[in-house]
C-alpha cells in the first residue's frame, strides 16, 4: 500500500520561508516522480513542482519559479518543497502526489495522494 504524509505547514508571514516533507511509504523513490500541488481556498488543484524518479529533473511552475526548490532524500524517502519569499497568494493546502515513472518530471497521472497540509501566510 502506498502511502504519502506531507508535513510542515503553518502560519508564515509575508516574506518568510517554510520547507514541506513529503515522506513516502510502501514504495521507492525510484519508482515515482513526485509533485507538489496546491489548493487554494475556493479554487482548484494546481501542480507547482515536482522532481524525476530517474535523473532528479525538476520542473516549477511560472508563479514559484526562482522561489520554491523541490528536491528528495532517498534514503529518506523524503521528498522536500523549500518556498522562500512566500506570499498571501501561496496560502493553500499543499499536497503531493506521485506520478507515473513514464512521464518524468511533468509528474502525470496521479495515483496516489496526501492528504495535504495547510499553508497560511499573513501578517
Known amino acids: 500500500q502506498v502511502q504519502l504524509v506531507e508535513s510542515g505547514g503553518g502560519l508564515v508571514q509575508p516574506g518568510g520561508s517554510l520547507t514541506l516533507s513529503c515522506t513516502v511509504f510502501g514504495t521507492t523513490l525510484d519508482a515515482y516522480a513526485i509533485g507538489w500541488f496546491r489548493q487554494a481556498a475556493g479554487g482548484q488543484r494546481e501542480k507547482i513542482s515536482c522532481i524525476s524518479s530517474s535523473d532528479d529533473s525538476t520542473v516549477y511552475a511560472d508563479s514559484v519559479k526562482g522561489r520554491f526548490t523541490i528536491s528528495k532524500d532517498n534514503a529518506k524517502h523524503t521528498v522536500y518543497l523549500q518556498m522562500n519569499s512566500l506570499k498571501p497568494e501561496d496560502a493553500g493546502v499543499y499536497y503531493c502526489?506521485?506520478?507515473?515513472?513514464?512521464?518524468?518530471?511533468?509528474?502525470?497521472?496521479?495515483?496516489?495522494w496526501g492528504r495535504g497540509t495547510q499553508i497560511t501566510v499573513s501578517s
Open positions: 502526489a506521485t506520478g507515473r515513472f513514464r512521464y518524468g518530471a511533468r509528474c502525470l497521472v496521479n495515483d496516489y
